[in-house]
């Protein structure tokens, strides 16, 4: 079955760039959402298509896909980010049709 | 209001049975593709299943490890989606958030708060 690798956490600083990534064989000719998650709380949706953000989502949040790697990016970090962010792609070759990542923990420091 | 209101959690022992709703406002139900995903306890994002329109056909799919055991079904009458679970295990405790995309896109973009099952002896 289709496989998301993620990295268990990252950490920035507040004000920087905090970048995530999500690899998966030839993940490029897929489609990648991103969602983000605070404790206790359901996941939102942040990024859509690789790199659309959904009405509400602040400029700061963007998505990329190529290769076998796919990225989001979040700039100027703030306080209110940390959270659990998951990339999810539809696959029907697998066993889950849909397949989430791991999930990374961002920590602002 | 676009909502999605899950209900039908518990506490229930191996090998019982649950049914969970999941109740939709706001948006077009009956065009919708609904799905149910979980999450165990620190443990990340996992997709259970979902069901199609009536209009694209109404038909199902499931996760490995729940098929043959979950059943997911609507009532677009009543706008709300379910999932049957049949012969529950330890491992199938989690919170069940129900989601969708309203656009009919492939990506999630409402999902409900989710209903927790333990499923304990």
């Known amino acids: 079955s289709y496989v998301l690798t993620q990295p268990p956490s990252v950490s920035v600083a507040p004000g920087k760039t905090a970048r995530i990534t999500c690899g998966g064989n030839n993940i490029g000719s897929k489609s990648v959402h991103w969602y983000q998650q605070k404790p206790g709380q359901a996941p939102v949706l942040v990024i859509y298509?690789?790199?659309d953000r959904p009405s509400g989502i602040p400029e700061r949040f963007s998505g990329s896909n190529s290769g076998n790697t796919a990225t989001l990016t979040i700039s100027r970090v703030e306080a209110g980010d940390e959270a659990d962010y998951y990339c999810q792609v539809w696959d029907s070759s697998s066993d889950h049709l849909v397949v989430f990542g791991g999930g990374t923990k961002l920590t602002v420091l | 209001e676009v909502q999605l209101v899950e209900s039908g959690g518990g506490l229930v022992k191996p090998g019982g049975s649950l049914r969970l709703s999941c109740a939709a406002s706001?948006?077009?139900?009956?065009?919708?593709?609904m799905s149910w995903v979980r999450q165990a306890p620190g443990k990340g994002l996992e997709w259970v299943g979902r069901?199609?329109?009536?209009?694209?056909?109404?038909?199902?799919d499931y996760a490995a490890p729940v098929k043959g055991r979950f059943t997911i079904s609507r009532d677009d009458s009543k706008n709300t989606l379910y999932l049957q679970m049949n012969s529950l295990k330890t491992e199938d405790t989690a919170v069940y958030y129900c989601?969708?995309?309203?656009?009919?896109?492939?990506?999630?973009?409402?999902w409900g708060q989710g209903t927790m099952v333990t499923v304990s002896s």
């Open positions: 706001g948006f077009t139900f009956s065009n919708a593709w």
């Open positions: 069901i199609k329109s009536k209009t694209d056909g109404g038909t199902t």
């Open positions: 989601t969708t995309d309203r656009g009919g896109g492939d990506a999630f973009d409402i």
């Open positions: 298509y690789d790199s």
